[in-house]
């Protein structure tokens, strides 16, 4: 399948590292992100699940559950855990799914419908099972984000997408390229300039098309 923004992902069962789930059911009324990685023990993905370890937290001042996938199987999870945790000096408060049979990365569209994993599998033959999904309480994707194997993804990005996702939802607005928290959002072409100064209190006019302003208190 070809999974575009606002398409209602994919449900599936599946075993975790934490137990079974039923992925619509596990995301509930939260926000989830989806993060996946090709091979358990790889140094990357390594290095990655540690830093959303380490922005547990964070994750649950926004309502955000996360949650693993990769291509071994549940007792692999386990072990590499163990690794993960200890590279982050912390606990690993959320799951990794189990895709050995490959069904999950292919619904997500990661991977081809005939793709199957060779008897002494490399991370290789599972390269593009490296995506970042971010779905919302409708279990609809919000934002889509691939990497290569080599590039590290950078979990400080994807929390500010999270950031300016909830917030342009919650608010009718959008951002700006690099927004953060507490900055200037966009006025909607919705909007005329005088509705725009009841909502807003004041408005930047940049262009007649492009107008910013503060965000009410």
Known sequence: MSLRINDVVPDFEADTSDGPIRFHEWIGDSWAILFSHPKDFTPVCTTEFGAVARLGEEWKKRGTKVIGISTDGVEEHKAWIKDIASYADC??????????????AKLFDMLPADAYLPDGATPEDSATVRSVFIIGPDKQLKLAMIYPMNVGRNFAEVLRALDALQTANSQSIATPADWTVGQDVIVPLSLSDEEAVARFGKIDKVFPYLRKAPLPQ
């Open 91 to 104: 606990d690993v408060g959320f799951p990794i799914i189990a895709d050995e049979d490959l069904k999950i």
